[in-house]
């Protein structure tokens, strides 16, 4: 399951996403391969492109003016070295790898400004276009000091405000 935040202030739409691995790339391993490294750095292209996983209200005139996306692994720290002793206990090693594999998501953010922000009446959100495998987004809300919970799936992928 997907999660998205979305608030709307004045001009201004923020939009946090967080997906698991799985929704996106089809795996929530460490990439071991050229295949899964490549899987990972095409999806966070998609993930960056924010115009074309969101249509807002055509009337609204919202154009993305910042995309963030992070994929997990990004960052791999190597910790399997050798010590050069032997001890009875891990140093933190099964942890870590543990972490790595639970922190498989992919997260976005997006800044949109819309130059009728009156107009803006609903979201189309096109991740499960772009990204096949997802199934589910739980979206949280807050617009004009109002907040609300909706849940999106492939056959219902319209947030209306």
């Known amino acids: 399951v ?9 001009s201004r739409v923020e939009i946090e996403l967080e997906s698991p691995g799985s929704d996106i790339v089809g795996f929530e391993h460490a990439p071991s ?3 899964d490294r490549q899987a990972i750095a095409g999806a966070v292209k998609k ?7 969101f249509a807002f209200s055509m009337a609204a005139d919202c154009k993305l003016e910042k995309s963030v996306g992070e994929a997990p692994f990004a960052e791999v720290h190597e ?4 010590h050069g002793h032997k001890h009875g206990h891990k140093h933190g090693h099964d942890r870590a790898e543990k972490k790595g ?3 498989s998501e992919f997260h976005a953010h997006y800044h949109f400004a819309c130059a009728k922000p009156r107009e803006l009446k609903h979201v189309d959100v ?36």
């Not at 910790?79 to 050798?82: E, N, R, T, V, Y």
């Not at 919970?149 to 992928?157: A, D, I, M, V």
Request: glycine residues 6%; without cysteine; charged residues 30%.
């Open 2 to 10: 997907s999660e998205m935040n979305l608030a709307i202030e004045g």
């Open 33 to 35: 391969t050229a295949a």
């Open 126 to 161: 096109k991740l499960f276009n772009v990204f096949p495998r997802a199934e589910e987004i739980e979206v949280q809300a807050i617009i004009s000091n109002r907040q609300f919970k909706r849940e999106l799936t492939r056959g219902s992928s319209r947030l209306t405000f």
């Open 101 to 103: 594999e639970t922190h």
């Open 47 to 53: 993930l960056k492109n924010g115009s074309g996983l």
């Open 79 to 82: 910790d399997k070295h050798d």
